[in-house]
Nanobody
Framework: QVQVVESGGGLVQPGGSLRLSCAAS????????MGWYRQAPGMQRELVAT???????NYLDSVKGRFTISRDNAERSVYLQMNSLKFEDTALYYC????????????????WGQGTQVTVSS
């Protein structure tokens, strides 16, 4: 059993900053990619940023230069520093972890957190 838990969401004014955190725990042998996705009301879930175990990052075009993803492999955690927030960044942000659960099983499983709300409003 693997748990993924996000924290750090909240209400912020346009131009402000927030830092999201996510930690994975449980039956984990290794974690490959971790990432952040978001879903606004009435919209599809979209990729915001992902990062591999080798720290190769990928970003949604609209957040490049404003958001920074990082991870701590020892802590099985991933972070999203969000600066210069805009109204359109308002969404429920989900953390994802691609996990191998044992040495003998090469298959990876994707686990999601419950989400943390980010609201950008004046």
């Amino acid at each position: 059993q693997v748990q993924v838990v996000e924290s750090g969401g909240g209400l912020v004014q346009p131009g402000g900053s927030l830092r999201l955190s996510c930690a994975a725990s449980g039956s984990i042998f290794s974690i490959n990619e971790m990432g952040w996705y978001r879903q606004a009301p009435g919209m599809q879930r979209e990729l915001v940023a992902t990062i591999t175990s080798g720290n190769v990052a990928n970003y949604l075009d609209s957040v490049k230069g404003r958001f920074t993803i990082s991870r701590d492999n020892a802590e099985r955690s991933v972070y999203l520093q969000m600066n210069s927030l805009k109204f359109e960044d308002t969404a429920l942000y989900y953390c994802k972890a691609d996990v191998r659960t044992s040495w003998g099983n090469l298959r990876q499983y994707t686990y999601w957190g419950q989400g943390t709300q980010v609201t950008v409003s004046s």
